[in-house]
């Protein structure tokens, strides 16, 4: 590993743990599907853990996210935030769900309100993610 900003140098592969830092429960999609660490992946990390610090730990799924089965991670971790709505969302405090919601656009898009699943946004920034908690945190001051 050499840096906080994604630069690791380190073999993945989707079906071994050689090369995820970090547990599978709040892995970004594109490492358990066996891409490299980037800041993006970092990123997403950091929005799944914001998840489920807002639900309590209660993350949908996280009983069958087991570390020995990276493909099925990868298989549930896709199902779940590309799904049109999240389903921790009604147990998020009210206060919160804009964040998390601006987050989870921010890495799942949902091109059309129609569509039936969310894109997958892999080139996630660092000013994306304070673009987000700079207009939460204007709409909570107004």
């Keep these: 590993m050499q840096d906080m900003a994604g630069h690791w140098k380190r073999p993945r592969s989707a079906s071994s ?15 358990l599907e066996g891409e490299q660490h980037s800041l993006s992946s970092m990123l997403e990390g950091l929005f799944i ?7 309590n730990g209660k993350l949908h799924l ?21 799904s ?6 009604p147990n998020v405090a009210t206060h919160l769900q804009p964040l998390i919601i601006g987050l989870h656009n ?3 898009p949902l091109n059309r309100p129609t569509d039936s699943f969310r894109g997958y ?6 000013e994306s993610v304070r673009g987000v908690c700079r207009q939460v945190c204007s709409n ?3």
């Design 17 to 31: 743990l050689i090369g995820i830092t970090g547990t599978v429960l709040w892995a970004a999609l594109s490492v």
């Design 121 to 126: 946004n892999t080139e996630v920034t660092l």
């Design 84 to 89: 049109p709505k999240l389903a921790e969302l």
């Design 106 to 108: 921010l890495f799942y």
């Design 49 to 55: 853990s914001a998840l489920s610090i807002s639900c």
């Design 140 to 142: 909570l001051s107004e």
């Design 62 to 82: 996280r009983h069958a996210m087991k570390p020995d089965q990276l493909a099925l991670c990868a298989n549930l971790r896709r199902g779940h935030l590309t």
